[in-house]
């Protein structure tokens, strides 16, 4: 799960859309109300823009189970670009709670970890 989850942060910062879907489970859910499609199509829309982007991850706790787990993390977005980008690393970035990404693993095979929900406090 640990590896999932560094895998996933790193396709977010490349905007590997493709590689982020296939971390997504298909009942996926977020605090902002994104299915797996609006989930992606939001991060193409708001991030497109950037010309660099590094999430910066701090404060990571991790608790797993046998097919389940949780990772409990701080983000906090650097990059430059345009369009949305200052507005993204603004709302991203004043917020003071940490991410929650709940994992599965429906497979069978042990690398095959799926994100079902990610939330933080508003």
Do not use: C
Not at 63 to 80: F, S
Not at 101 to 122: A, C, L, Y
Request: hydrophobic share 40%; aromatic share 12%.
């Amino acid at each position: 799960m640990r590896a999932a989850q560094v895998a996933l942060i790193e396709a977010v910062e490349g905007r590997d859309w493709d590689e982020v879907q296939e971390f997504l489970a298909a009942n996926y859910t977020d605090a902002y109300g994104h299915t797996r499609e609006s989930a992606i199509q939001d991060g193409k829309k708001y991030l497109s823009g950037f010309y660099t982007l590094t999430l910066k991850t701090d404060q990571t706790t991790v608790r797993a189970a046998k097919g389940q787990g949780m990772v409990t993390m701080m983000i906090r977005l650097e990059g430059n670009g345009i369009g949305y980008s200052q507005l993204v690393l603004g709302h991203v970035n004043q917020l003071t709670e940490p991410w929650t990404f709940h994992w599965s693993n429906p497979g069978r095979w042990p690398w095959d970890w799926q994100v079902n929900m990610i939330h933080t406090i508003r």
